[in-house]
């Protein structure tokens, strides 16, 4: 009876249960930054999400005769140079860089994460000639190639973050093939040939996923934000990001430098920092707490 | 007794000739892997150039480009050639000193000499602000002690710089400094200062100021100085604590020069670690403090799509970027003969 | 006996190091596995125990030599063959949490396993039969522990159930009972031959003189990647064995690691071109020498072969008289 009813509990524990298991304890424990983060990243999430679904229009919102109002009840944010409401600019500059975040911090820990396994599992030649691509790609630097790749395709957003994403992709591998090549001094890898598993799933599942997928979220967030940084950078700089009317939290700072009063120039740049802090505590909190429970 | 007299120096110059061959083994096996890094990193860059959509020459130089002008570009980046003749011949000419001439942003002035002396000021600010960083990283760290629970309210300021990315550092800084600059003018002055974001070309002679500026931000910004900070930190503190240092102490031997000693090969990864990254943060941030450096360049031909130029300044931030990592790793190898031992 | 569960023929191994240096693992086994019994395998750290037993479950690549299990060349099968085989013969790695998982439950292991290797049952099936094996593991109330909060007797019982889900013909268990205490090892002990019944083999590999006594029915001794020896229980320590027989049972009796200086008797003997020693590897510490000096070119200068039992041209002579 017991066994019948404890057979049935674990049978529901699919991955969502895991996952918010994992969440909930770390939750439980981490410290106050943490919980501050998670409550910041999970804004950004629904906001992301929502974005798509309300309609702005730049033009149509530009109205002179209030601008540069102080926060108040009905402009809690206050207004720009031309009158527009910086919080709802806020909200909507989140779209530039939300969903090309999202695909390249997917694609970089997908691609990276298969990658390294691969390279772990087997080792040898494809592990070294691995780490000399790993070497190649670092000596890029990073901005210096992307200003590049603006100058020669006709700059999208899109097109920035999946560059960067690749560039990242070697750094995720071999941290995955690090962790892998560990394991298998434990004998992990072996132990689950010996019981007769496939290799693809002992290298989708048991490595991957019940492994690394921390290290993974943890990469993933960090690409994400790499992307946010980018894109509100591009931006700012006005000639490869969003351009102006469209709102980016880059080029609502580079609108309102010269602008006299604090709110629309300072807020967005508030809203970058706080935005990248919480992702990176946030994912630096997930894989502290997957290596805690691990011991 | 006097063949031992004999079998000395013979003996001697045997090691001395040992440790030659092993020092130019490593020495060549290091300028090899630079070269190879060097071929691989501006064969990127030349595929990226060749897959191009479209005509890339069309592209450069749009409606104004005389024929001759689009056959010399051709030439210069071997576009009639297939990928890997092309690439010898670019890369020829590249070496040869040859990076081609500045098309719409300063039209007729060769690459070579508009950014190699802006790529000397872009190299300025990202290795004063990293040494900047790391004396007052390891200030901090001996003032500061090991770390303890009090000193939160301290670092965590500190930690929040972590997230801050450059650009927005110097934003920051830039309106602060402005605002009280102006403040002191009285009489509400709308003249910014020259530094102000809003871009004017000038020399680096008139921009001590906005080049210590850059430098700060670049510091603050992007995590550096809170990296470099946990880093060196850890460093002195496992050193502090090793047996070796006890050691030293009880011998009554200098403990200060020891330390020293031992702490220049992690600063110098750290160092060689951060370098690429703090040269692609400086390109943003001399470009809102208007330095007359490559980043600036960089932004300035990338928004005239001044091709050669954008080219040119990349294939100088590689060459540095492998260059510095040559030369710190001979120090290094100075300072601990153990690393040419260990190779190969 | 019938014909062998598993037999092995010149097995050979050899690990080379990055600098060039070889090492031989398994230097041409012959072995047999007969349905029903426990074979342990003895030896000091580095004699290629658990190589050998890594090899016989193609988990390690063989040099050479042929494997048969059953009437299957194990050595031929590949791919979804091998996994399929794989059921029939399973390994219990020295480290039990190598093929356990920190992130899931004792259920959810064993289900795995259960889905793995019976697919055609029912979720109700796969719970009464994981309800059984828990059982005869002694965990039945320990469905949704974890890990972490197992200790380490039962975490090897766990991967004992895991193994034992697949149904096999075959056990290799690797150190079964290394970093339990005493208690939990006398359990564990039980629990091997309690779960060894008519059918199921073992080829134990252990340090421990005490566990081989008491579950096992023949002992083979490695030295250096030669299996020197073969001796039924009864005759433990009753007849005259081997010299390093001998030693490795005087330090289990003086309740001592049995790990002896490996560099007393390293390349003793005549090397070949590779720097593989030729002769017994014992023969520079060898007291039977003492007795018998005509035969000590022999010893130094050819490989001696299991005869009567026992690898010593001295040994196989005395018990060949006998």
């Known amino acids: 009876m017991t066994g019948q009813s404890t057979g049935q509990s674990t049978r529901q524990s699919t991955w969502y249960s895991t996952w918010y298991s994992t969440w909930h304890s770390a939750w439980k424990e981490q410290p106050l930054s943490f919980k501050l983060s998670s409550i910041i990243v999970v804004l950004v999430l629904c906001f992301g999400v929502i974005n798509p679904f309300i309609s702005y229009d730049p033009v149509l919102d530009v109205e002179l005769s209030r601008r540069d109002l102080a926060p108040s009840w009905e402009y809690w944010m206050g207004t720009d140079g031309q009158g527009r409401s910086v919080a709802l600019r806020l909200f909507k500059g989140i779209e530039a860089f939300f969903f090309p975040g999202l695909i390249a911090g997917l694609f970089a820990a997908f691609v990276g994460g298969v990658l390294g396994a691969l390279c772990g599992y087997f080792g040898g030649w494809i592990g070294r000639s691995l780490s000399a691509v790993l070497e190649l790609i670092d000596t890029l630097p990073r901005m210096v190639f992307l200003v590049l790749i603006c100058t020669i395709f006709p700059p999208s957003i899109l097109l920035i973050s999946i560059i960067s994403s690749v560039l990242f992709i070697p750094s995720i591998a071999t941290i995955i093939r690090r962790k892998v090549e560990a394991l298998g001094a434990e004998d992990y890898i072996l132990a689950h040939v010996a019981h007769g598993f496939h290799p693809l799933k002992i290298i989708s599942y048991h490595i991957l996923w019940l492994q690394c997928r921390a290290l993974l979220t943890r990469q993933m967030i960090f690409v994400f934000s790499y992307v946010l940084f980018i894109e509100t950078a591009l931006s700012y700089l006005g000639d490869y990001g969003v351009q102006e009317p469209y709102p980016s939290w880059g080029n609502m700072v580079a609108q309102s430098r010269i602008s006299a009063v604090a709110w629309p120039w300072a807020l967005p740049a508030l809203a970058i920092i706080i935005t990248i802090a919480a992702l990176l505590a946030f994912g630096d909190g997930i894989a502290r707490r997957e290596e805690e429970v691990k011991r | ?344 | 006996m019938n014909k062998p569960l598993l037999s092995a023929r010149n097995l050979h191994k050899v690990f080379k190091s990055p600098g060039g240096k070889q090492t031989v693992a398994i230097d041409q086994v012959d072995l047999d596995l007969y349905t029903g019994e426990v074979v342990a395998l003895i030896g000091e750290s580095g004699s290629g125990k658990t190589t050998l037993g890594r090899a016989l479950l193609r988990l390690i690549s063989l040099d050479q030599g042929q494997v048969q299990f059953l009437d299957q060349d194990l050595l031929a099968l590949k791919g979804s063959e091998l996994r399929q085989a794989r059921r029939q013969f399973q390994m219990i790695f020295q480290n039990q949490q190598a093929n356990l998982h920190p992130r899931l439950s004792v259920a959810e292991m064993m289900d795995e396993s259960l889905v793995l290797h019976h697919p055609e049952q029912s979720a109700a099936e796969r719970q009464s039969m994981m309800n059984t094996l828990l059982d005869q593991v002694g965990l039945s109330n320990h469905h949704d522990r974890y890990l972490a909060s197992l200790s380490g007797g039962e975490q090897r019982r766990v991967g004992l159930a895991r193994i034992l889900a697949t149904s096999p013909k075959l056990v290799v268990a690797d150190e079964p009972t290394s970093g339990l205490d005493a208690a939990i090892k006398l359990q564990t002990i039980e629990l091997l031959k309690t779960l060894k019944g008519e059918s199921l083999t073992y080829l134990l590999i252990s340090h421990d003189l005490g566990l081989v006594r008491r579950i096992a029915d023949r002992v083979l001794v490695m030295l250096r990647g030669r299996i020197i020896e073969e001796i039924s229980i009864q005759d433990l320590g009753m007849i005259k064995h081997h010299p390093y027989t001998q030693k490795l049972l005087e330090a289990s009796n003086l309740g001592k690691k049995t790990d002896i200086e490996h560099t007393q008797y390293k390349n003793a003997s005549i090397e070949d071109v590779r720097g593989h020693s030729i002769g017994c590897h014992y023969c520079s510490l060898c007291p039977l020498l003492a007795n018998t000096p005509e035969l000590k070119d022999l010893c130094y200068s050819q490989r001696p072969t299991l005869t009567q039992q026992v690898a010593c041209f001295s040994l196989s002579k005395e018990r060949e008289l006998v």
């Open chain 2, 1 to 344: 007794m006097s063949q031992i007299g004999l079998d000395h120096p013979q003996q001697k110059s045997a090691m001395l000739n040992e440790a030659t061959i092993r020092w130019s083994l490593w020495l060549g096996s290091k300028l090899l892997r630079g070269l190879s890094l060097l071929c691989g990193a501006s064969f990127i860059i030349y595929a990226t150039l060749r897959s191009a959509p479209g005509d890339m020459v069309d592209l450069i130089l749009g409606l104004n480009g005389t024929p001759e002008m689009k056959a010399d570009l051709r030439a210069e980046f071997g576009l009639d050639l297939n990928i890997i003749e092309g690439y010898g011949r670019w890369a020829w000419r590249a070496l040869s000193g040859d990076l081609g001439i500045s098309i719409t942003f300063m039209p007729g002035e060769p690459v070579l000499s508009l950014a190699g002396p802006a790529f000397l000021v872009t190299l300025s600010i990202a290795v004063v602000s990293l040494l900047c960083s790391i004396a007052v990283a390891y200030g901090l760290a001996i003032l500061l002690g090991p770390p303890r629970p009090r000193q939160a309210f301290l670092l965590g300021p500190i930690q929040l710089l972590n997230a801050a990315p450059s650009f927005v550092v110097a934003i920051c800084l830039a309106k602060v400094i402005n605002e009280l600059i102006q403040f002191q003018l009285a009489g509400g002055g709308q003249i910014p200062p020259s530094w102000y974001p809003i871009p004017t070309y000038q020399k680096i002679t008139d921009s001590i100021a906005p080049f210590c500026f850059a430098a700060l931000s670049i510091s603050l910004g992007d995590g550096l100085f809170t990296d470099l900070f946990n880093a060196l930190r850890a460093e002195l503190m496992s050193l502090n604590e090793s047996l070796f240092i006890s050691a030293v102490r009880a011998k009554g031997a200098a403990v200060r020069k020891h330390l020293i000693k031992n702490l220049i090969v992690p600063t110098l990864s750290v160092f060689t670690a951060r370098l690429p990254l703090v040269l692609s943060a400086v390109v943003i941030v001399e470009y809102i403090f208007t330095l007359d450096g490559s980043g600036y360049l960089l932004l300035q031909a990338a928004k005239n799509r001044d091709v050669p130029v954008v080219v040119g300044v990349s294939l100088f931030f590689i060459f540095a970027v492998i260059v510095m990592n040559l030369i710190l790793d001979l120090v290094k190898a100075l300072v601990d003969p153990r690393e040419v031992a260990k190779g190969d």
